[in-house]
């Protein structure tokens, strides 16, 4: 059964780190595109960061480039995102999600998600 379980939030003062990991459960999770998105109460999920299954130059969002970074190890089938510059708008619940149609910002086009992790920085 596929499964995405997400770790590493938690409380971070402004300008601090943290760092996200993304447990897969996947047969040939190697192949998948996998993202990180975000969402805080009331507003639609957003779009963070994604990286394709063979490599290749990741996307970020706007808000994140410089300061966030995706990878991925296939040998443990986990996928990180590194916060670093936390600012207080980073806040929210972070999930992981997991797709073959293509490295995509639309979480319409994820097949698997996480249950989230929160991240909450505080000024």
């Known amino acids: 059964q596929a499964q995405l379980v997400e770790s590493g939030g938690g409380l971070v003062q402004a300008g601090g780190s943290l760092t996200l990991s993304c447990a897969a459960s996947l047969r040939n999770f190697s192949f998948y595109d996998m993202g990180w998105f975000r969402q805080v109460p009331g507003k639609e999920r957003e779009f963070v960061a994604a990286r394709s299954w063979w490599g290749g130059s990741p996307l970020y969002a706007d808000s994140v480039k410089g300061r966030f970074t995706i990878s991925r190890d296939n040998s443990v089938n986990t996928v990180y995102l590194r916060m670093t510059s936390l600012e207080r708008e980073d806040t929210a619940v972070y999930y992981c999600?997991?797709?073959?149609?293509?490295?995509?910002?639309?979480?319409?086009?994820?097949?698997?998600w996480g249950q989230g992790t929160q991240v909450t920085v505080s000024s």
């Open positions: 999600a997991a797709t073959k149609r293509g490295l995509t910002t639309n979480p319409i086009d994820y097949e698997y």
